[in-house]
């Protein structure tokens, strides 16, 4: 069974950091592009950054950079999300999710995802 599953969630004051990852089960991570998405209360979800099969980074939201990174561990079939110098604006809900090979902007390109988990940014 594939499986997807985010965690390293919670509540962080304004400049905080914190580091999400993402684990993959049923599946190796090594051919995929793995994007995290993130949708915040009445908004669309968003892709906001996705790694290549090659380690390139991708960004998509243009807020976030200089402040995430997003890095593959196909050993541990992990992928992580380090967001630093986090802001109100960056509170949602964050999904991770795979498509072959390529990353896209497309949030409907992308085939399996896992369940989210909530950032909370607020002092």
């Known amino acids: 069974q594939l499986q997807l599953v985010e965690s390293g969630g919670g509540l962080v004051q304004p400049g905080g950091s914190l580091r999400l990852s993402c684990a993959a089960s049923g599946f190796a991570l090594d051919y995929y592009a793995i994007g995290w998405f993130r949708q915040a209360p009445g908004k669309e979800r968003e892709v906001v950054l996705c790694?290549?099969?090659?380690?390139?980074?991708?960004y998509y939201t243009d807020s976030v950079k200089g402040r995430f990174t997003i890095s593959r561990d196909n050993a541990k079939n992990t992928v992580s999300l380090q967001m630093n110098s986090l802001k109100p604006e960056d509170t949602a809900v964050y999904y991770c999710a795979v498509r072959n090979y390529y990353c896209s902007g497309s949030v409907n390109n992308y085939n399996y995802w896992g369940q989210g988990t909530q950032v909370t940014v607020s002092s």
């Open positions: 790694i290549g099969t090659q380690g390139r980074n991708a």
